[in-house]
T-cell receptor, first 113, second 112 residues
Framework: ETGVTQTPRHLVMGMTNKKSLKCEQH?????MYWYKQSAKKPLELMFV???????ENNSVPSRFSPECPNSSHLFLHLHTLQPEDSALYLC????????????FGQGTRLTVV | GDSVTQMEGPVTLSEEAFLTINCTYT??????LFWYVQYPGEGLQLLLK?????DKGSNKGFEATYRKETTSFHLEKGSVQVSDSAVYFC???????????FGKGTRLHILP
């Protein structure tokens, strides 16, 4: 248990659906991250938030929309996804500073049908 | 931009063998370096870290030394166990922003 909780753990959605992934941490961290992990591809950094402000958007398609209402919660809103978006989506949090590690949630396994 | 390169897997070893997984990085400034491990069906867990040149991180028999002159952070273990079977990721965290960049991961299989 890392202190970072992601829900749901598994999600199957159609290409016309709208769904949201949730991430929650009560570790007092001020940086939060979304990563995409696909089979046979590197772990891809999608978004970074510092103190609720987005500081990185790694050329992610607009069908992925992040939201960070406070330092403890991070959402990833999904709409009109494609089958190639099926992946494990990992949330992480970290204290600010170069020498601090990230703590990961267990991920949401997303399947787009 | 910053990047991490690690050896391709899978790596298959017998129990009690010596393990090395190579990792090199490219970064401006003075990043911190990490090894993470991912067991099936789980998220990533920190295995060890080093925050400055010549630091050695260690945990559970694993070690890695931050080598600035060769921009490397190779993971080693003297005697692996079946329970070490997992995917291992090398990563860096920039000192200019809070981005954490990962290598592609190396799958390790340990045979009994």
């Amino acid at each position: 248990e890392t202190g970072v909780t992601q829900t749901p753990r598994h999600l199957v959605m159609g290409m016309t659906n709208k769904k949201s992934l949730k991430c929650e941490q009560h570790l007092g961290h001020n940086a939060m991250y979304w990563y995409k992990q696909s089979a046979k591809k590197p772990l891809e950094l999608m978004f970074v938030y510092n103190f609720k402000e987005q500081t990185e958007n790694n050329s992610v398609p607009s069908r992925f929309s992040p939201e960070c209402p406070n330092s403890s919660h991070l959402f990833l809103h999904l709409h009109t996804l494609q089958p190639e978006d099926s992946a494990l989506y990992l949330c992480a949090s970290s204290p600010l500073g170069a020498n601090t590690e990230a703590f990961f949630g267990q991920g949401t396994r997303l399947t787009v049908v | 931009g910053d990047s991490v390169t690690q050896m391709e897997g899978p790596v298959t070893l017998s129990e009690e063998a010596f393990l090395t997984i190579n990792c090199t990085y490219t970064a401006t400034g003075y990043p911190s370096l990490f090894w993470y491990v991912q067991y099936p069906g789980e998220g990533l867990q920190l295995l060890l870290k080093a925050t400055k040149a010549d630091d050695k991180g260690s945990n559970k028999g694993f070690e890695a030394t931050y080598r600035k002159e060769t921009t490397s952070f190779h993971l080693e273990k003297g005697s692996v166990q079946v329970s070490d079977s997992a995917v291992y990721f090398c990563a860096l965290k920039s000192d200019r922003d809070d981005k954490i960049i990962f290598g592609k991961g190396t799958r390790l299989h340990i045979l009994p």
